[in-house]
């Protein structure tokens, strides 16, 4: 049916509402992206946007096809990554997210040496903290850490990821001789007052310590924390990768988190992303035990 060649189009420019703006989220041209759009609506006798001053919005009709078209496109999708799975040959693109601390300190030599080993295998890497959709297909792979794994999709446990509060070894030297019994006096370095960081900080040692800063990039955190600049709540592993950081005396360790590899039902038989989600596995297996 040629109405099929044509829905890509009317996707992006219901998405984007514009033409021009639909054309370059697909690479076509204004005129391609208009032309296949009125081609469409010709074949379906109906008008699917108007133009008002914000740009093109779905007419009733439009809005009629929209969840039609977002369905096809999505078991296209499923159908295309169905077919890939099976080939014999660990080849192909696998697309991966995950966020960026986790990526530039631990996973990114572990990326190098699969890349080594399977030199068909091309990696496309989203360094992301927000949760891209497994099962909208936003991405094949996406390493999260959480308690569990809630959504419809298909989750193995890689490792623990055990949390604690972390300083300099120059910072506890010099500034915990000063603080008061209950952290007056110490800093944390923080992300503003969100309630998972104010209980955090509530049940450690140091509950009178001052909250200071507001950074959302937990790598941030690492580097200010390594220059002396307070505490913060970090992975283990940051100890272990930077020496010049210390364990807290006297605090505990959150061993609530987990390091999960996640990926959609549909992904199971394709034949890279099970080499790749066990390469993984054993990868940060083997850097627990080397760096433990």
Not at 13 to 20: F, I
Not at 53 to 63: P, V
Not at 74 to 102: C, F, H, K, Y
Not at 256 to 276: G, S
């Amino acid at each position: 049916m040629q109405d099929w060649e044509q829905m890509p189009f009317f996707l992006a420019v219901a998405r984007k509402g514009s033409l021009r703006s639909a054309a370059e989220e697909i690479g076509a041209t204004h005129a391609t992206v208009r032309r296949h759009v009125e081609a469409l609506e010709a074949t379906y006798g109906v008008q699917l946007f108007r133009r008002t001053r914000r740009g093109l919005t779905l007419t009733a009709a439009g809005e009629t096809l929209l969840p039609e078209a977002e369905e096809a496109e999505l078991l296209l999708s499923r159908a295309r990554n169905g077919l890939q799975g099976l080939d014999r040959e660990a080849s192909g693109t696998i697309r991966i997210s995950v966020d960026p601390m986790t990526g530039h300190f631990l996973l990114a030599p572990v990326f190098a040496e699969f890349c080594r080993i399977y030199p068909k295998v091309d990696l496309q890497v989203s360094l992301t903290y927000d949760i891209e959709a497994i099962s909208q297909l936003d991405t094949d792979i996406a390493i999260r850490h959480a308690a569990e794994i809630t959504d419809d999709v298909v989750a193995r446990k890689l490792q623990p990821l055990p949390i604690g509060i972390f300083a300099s070894a120059q910072y506890i030297e010099t500034d915990f001789a000063k603080a008061g019994k209950k952290g007056e006096g110490l800093a944390f370095v923080g992300y503003g007052p969100f309630p998972e960081l104010l209980d955090w900080v509530a049940r450690s040692p140091f509950p009178q310590a001052r909250l200071r800063h507001e950074i959302a990039d937990p790598e941030m955190h690492l580097h200010m924390v390594r220059a002396g600049a307070g505490m913060s709540f970090l992975p283990t592993w940051c100890a272990r990768k930077f020496p010049e950081l210390r364990r807290v005396p006297g605090s505990d360790l959150d061993e609530t988190r987990k390091t999960w590899v996640v990926f959609h039902e549909d992904l199971r038989r394709i034949r890279r992303v099970r080499i790749f989600i066990d390469f993984i596995a054993q990868s940060l297996l083997a850097l627990g035990r080397a760096t433990s």
